[in-house]
């Protein structure tokens, strides 16, 4: 079982910093590979970063590259996002999903793979 919780949003300044925290309370934390996404207002959803079981790997939105970092702490069973040099535009709500490490970092969960509740960032000019 895999239940996600999302922590560390909130509101900052153009240029400023926040660190998003994914918790995982189920006993399989380690073996799926974990994902970030995010949702503004009237848009679809959209990949943000992935990274695999181990640690070891990560992949990131083109666009996101170079400002956003994915990390995990295993012993902790969670699973992070620092985000640098925050412009207006990611302003969304932030998601964690989880999927089985099989499937690879390319993988796009559907809604019958595990999410977490969402985390609102905002960020203002």
């Known amino acids: 079982q895999v239940r996600l919780v999302e922590s560390g949003g909130g509101q900052v300044h153009a240029g400023g910093s926040l660190r998003l925290s994914c918790a995982d309370s189920g006993r399989t934390f380690s073996s799926t590979t974990k994902g970030w996404f995010r949702q503004a207002p009237g848009k679809e959803r959209e990949f943000v970063a992935a990274i695999s079981y181990s640690g070891l790997s990560t992949y990131y939105a083109d666009s996101l590259k170079g400002r956003f970092t994915i990390s995990r702490d295993n012993a902790k069973s969670t699973v992070y996002l620092q985000m640098n040099s925050l412009k207006p535009e990611d302003t969304a709500v932030y998601y964690c999903?989880?999927?089985?490490?099989?499937?690879?970092?390319?993988?796009?969960?559907?809604?019958?793979?595990?999410w977490g509740q969402g985390t609102q960032v905002t960020v203002s000019s």
């Open positions: 999903a989880a999927w089985p490490s099989g499937y690879g970092l390319r993988y796009r969960p559907t809604p019958h793979d595990y």
